[in-house]
């Protein structure tokens, strides 16, 4: 028999592990994810370039189409239900500290990336490529005026001019201005009541949509996205009772509960959202409605897929796996330079080497310059923001992180 000693001993890992939940499988999925947006943008490029007529190959590409383009509805669960995990354990922080960690977290490695996007464009912008939907990058000169809007995230501009995917990253950076009222929110009622509340911003989102006050769709966003995140805190306070569910079903139930989830995530979204835009008003609400369906079903999939890789012997062996929990550190990374290292390649080598030579370069020069990105400027940043956001921490706790 053990002994006491020893029971002891595992009751305080446990403990411990109970009040410091972290779930390094999802990393992983993070950057599984963010590696499917890069080839989805690589794709995207090499489509709109060459512009290939086969009806079988563009079938093909209308399948895989949705790999990569649904990621960052996935990031906003993720993020919903790893930033609630704090205060769901015991260890909520005040608004001060998780604001700052927040901002150092994101904000700081963003502004390094928007930099050297900024230095490229001012140096190599205009076109290039047979590619409409690339040169919606780096195709002007560079105002100063749209740089200091990146930088201050103030009004209505081009996101897609320095750096394409940065679009969600200002949405993450003003939910995170509210998102301890959401956790709190959520953490007040059961799942039912936050999924209802989650479907209140869904239907605010619809109205802003079609609202002739809205000129501008990031507003709705917000409120969508935001519905995300709280979905992504529902799960995270049910964890253990939907984990203990699935362990529950039979291994054939598993598997086929996790395929479910895969084309949920994948397929099923995309589809609503393929419909023309009517001319008329109700047609329209019929369309936004539609959308938002879509990328609800899209958002079930990834909180699905959440629960697989929590929860599933294998999918954890495969996500723990070293290249993919590289992946899964350099995740944010990722996100943030692939389009930037894409733009300086293409600009520089376009004509020079065929196109699939220069694709296939923008992958691993990614994995490289995320790397040194995760390294050099992440971790410093984030150590910086722990030790400034400790001057907080003695002050009352009224939030998660």
């Not at 769709?217 to 805190?233: H, R």
Request: proline share 5%.
């Amino acid at each position: 028999m053990p002994s006491r000693e020893s029971v002891a001993n595992v009751n305080t890992r446990a403990v411990a592990h109970a009040n410091s939940p972290r779930y390094v499988e999802l990393d992983s999925l993070r950057g599984l994810a963010a590696l499917s947006v890069v080839l989805h943008h690589l794709r995207i490029l090499w489509e709109t370039d060459t512009q290939p007529t086969s009806p079988a190959f563009r079938t093909l590409l209308s399948l895989v189409s949705p790999i990569g383009s649904e990621a960052v509805i996935l990031f906003f669960v993720l993020s919903g239900f790893v930033l609630s995990l704090p205060a769901i354990a015991g260890r909520p922080q005040n608004y001060r500290t998780f604001l700052t960690r927040r901002i150092f977290r994101i904000y700081v490695p963003y502004l390094a990336a928007l930099a050297v996007s900024v230095a490229g464009a001012f140096w190599l912008h205009g076109p290039v490529t047979r590619s409409s939907w690339f040169h919606q990058s780096w195709s002007e000169p560079v105002h100063i005026r749209l740089v200091m809007q990146h930088v201050l995230f103030l009004g209505v501009f081009d996101t897609w001019q320095f750096d394409n995917p940065i679009w969600s990253l200002v949405q993450e950076m003003r939910i995170s201005l509210i998102f301890p009222l959401l956790c709190a929110s959520a953490m007040r009622t059961r799942m039912r009541s936050a999924i209802e509340n989650a479907l209140v911003l869904t239907i605010l989102a619809v109205i802003t949509y079609v609202s002739p006050l809205n000129r501008t769709p990031a507003v709705a966003d917000t409120f969508l996205f935001a519905a995300f995140f709280v979905l992504g805190i529902a799960l995270a306070c049910e964890r253990e009772r939907v984990g203990a569910w699935l362990e529950n079903r039979s291994r054939r139930a598993k598997i086929l509960i996790g395929l479910g989830f895969v084309l949920l995530y994948l397929f099923a979204g995309p589809p609503l959202a393929g419909l023309s835009a009517p001319a008329n008003p109700a047609g329209y609400l019929f369309l936004r409605a539609m959308t938002c369906l879509s990328q609800w079903v899209t958002a079930l999939g990834a909180a699905g897929l959440l629960v697989t890789a929590m929860n599933s012997a294998s999918a954890k062996r495969f996500l723990l796996w070293a290249p993919v929990h590289f992946l899964g550190k350099i995740s944010y990374s990722i996100y943030l330079w692939h389009f930037i290292v894409l733009l300086y390649c293409v600009h520089l080598l376009y004509g020079k080497i065929p196109l699939g030579f220069i694709l296939c370069l923008t992958l691993v020069l990614t994995i490289v310059v995320s790397w040194a990105s995760y390294v050099w400027v992440e971790v410093p940043s984030m150590n910086f923001g722990r030790k400034l956001s400790n001057r907080f921490q003695r002050r009352p706790a009224i939030i998660s992180a």
